[in-house]
């Protein structure tokens, strides 16, 4: 068993449902699974409201999306834990032996929510195993020379988690700056895993946005999609 996991680029199209579809754009979903040589009744999607709830999943959920959830775990081969996102973090986990896996939409309502340590906790159980043993990885995302916040997002930080505010920059006479991806990281080191377990986000989703899409560069409707799943043999 193995654990396979990646994102879309652009060109591939847009994961994101549409008024006329309750599901993830049908096209998308042949091509995608193709690729993975794998029939689209396998994936599994979520609703993605910015909360904090994490659903161990299997076998039956596979062709669904799960509703107002965030974050989805499970230990059934070839189930694929998608998620949608231009600009939010896709957080994608696995532990070493390959046993369970998990797919993680966050934003910063989503960090503060604590998101994160519950994921860990949560495919921890499912892997039986204890968080030095996971694996993160953290997918294109905004990164923070584009990503402007208001005060209130860094007081929303300061009043749960005082370092957590470390992660927010302002250079004088410029807008308040935060780096997500960089909070995420801290939250995982948190909840256990190692910092040589975490795979930092590489690409910015506004700086690359013909590359990904990107909802503050460009006001992208689309999404691209993460995904994370166990391969048999
Ligand atoms: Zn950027």
Redesign the pocket.
């Known amino acids: 068993m193995g654990v396979h996991f990646g994102w879309t680029e652009k060109p591939f199209g847009s994961a994101e449902r549409t008024a006329a579809e309750a599901r993830p754009r049908a096209a998308f979903m042949r091509c995608l699974a193709e690729r993975m040589g794998l029939p689209p009744g396998r994936f599994v999607w979520m609703d993605q409201v910015h909360g904090d709830r994490v659903r161990r999943v299997g076998g039956g959920s596979a062709g669904g999306i799960l509703a107002a959830t965030d974050g989805c775990v499970t230990t059934q081969p070839e189930l694929v834990l998608c998620i949608r996102t231009a600009d939010c973090l896709p957080i994608l986990l696995f532990d070493a032996r390959g046993r369970a896996v998990a797919a993680v939409h966050a934003g910063w309502r989503g960090l503060l929510a604590g998101i994160l340590g519950k994921a860990v906790t949560s495919i921890c159980r499912a892997a039986r195993c204890g968080p030095k043993h996971i694996r993160a990885v953290i997918g294109p995302c905004?990164?923070v020379?584009?990503y402007e916040v208001g005060e209130e997002v860094r007081r929303s930080f300061a009043a749960r988690h005082g370092s957590w505010t470390r992660r927010f920059f302002r250079k004088s006479g410029t807008r308040l700056k935060a780096s997500l991806p960089g909070i995420a990281g801290a939250q995982l080191k948190t909840a256990g895993i190692p910092a040589t377990h975490i795979r930092p986000s590489r690409h910015?989703t506004?700086?690359d946005s013909s590359r990904y899409f990107s909802f503050r560069a460009r006001s992208d409707r689309g999404r691209f999609a993460s995904f994370i799943f166990i391969s048999t043999p």
């Open positions: 905004i990164h020379s584009c910015c506004a700086c």
